[in-house]
């Protein structure tokens, strides 16, 4: 499995941004697929997840303000991010998993692909 985000950009504080990742050579809907960050100097953190289910996980961080989803007919998934803060400045990776229990969400080493990242700033 391919995946290419994209969507990144420079925003104000308080703007919003939608990012999409495209997956292709695998059967996007059997895939539970998420959005991860990595700040500088910070490590690779979790921010959203939708399961195969539909069923959706967000960091504490983001609840409220971020919004996952995915279209199976378009093999994308979306990442909706409003109320943006300077401390969301940071390359936003999608992944994909085969199988990710819930307990394992925040792990990266639990996806099995990940996109070449798209980068988000926020300026203050």
């Known amino acids: 499995v391919q995946l290419q985000a994209s969507g990144g950009g420079l925003v104000q504080a308080g703007g919003s941004l939608r990012l999409s990742c495209t997956a292709s050579?695998?059967?996007?809907?059997?895939?539970?697929m998420t959005w991860f960050r990595q700040g500088p100097g910070n490590e690779r953190e979790f921010v959203a997840g939708?399961?195969?289910?539909?069923?959706?996980h967000y960091a504490d961080s983001v609840k409220g303000r971020f919004t996952i989803s995915r279209d199976n007919a378009k093999n994308t998934v979306y990442l909706q991010m409003n109320s943006l803060k300077p401390e969301d400045t940071a390359v936003y990776h999608c992944?994909?998993?085969?199988?990710?229990?819930?307990?394992?969400?925040?792990?990266?080493?639990?996806?099995?692909?990940w996109g070449q990242g798209t980068l988000v700033t926020v300026s203050s």
């Open positions: 050579g695998g059967a996007f809907s059997m895939y539970d």
């Open positions: 992944g994909a998993s085969r199988r990710v229990i819930l307990s394992a969400l925040a792990t990266p080493s639990m996806y099995d692909y």
């Open positions: 939708i399961r195969r289910s539909g069923s959706r």
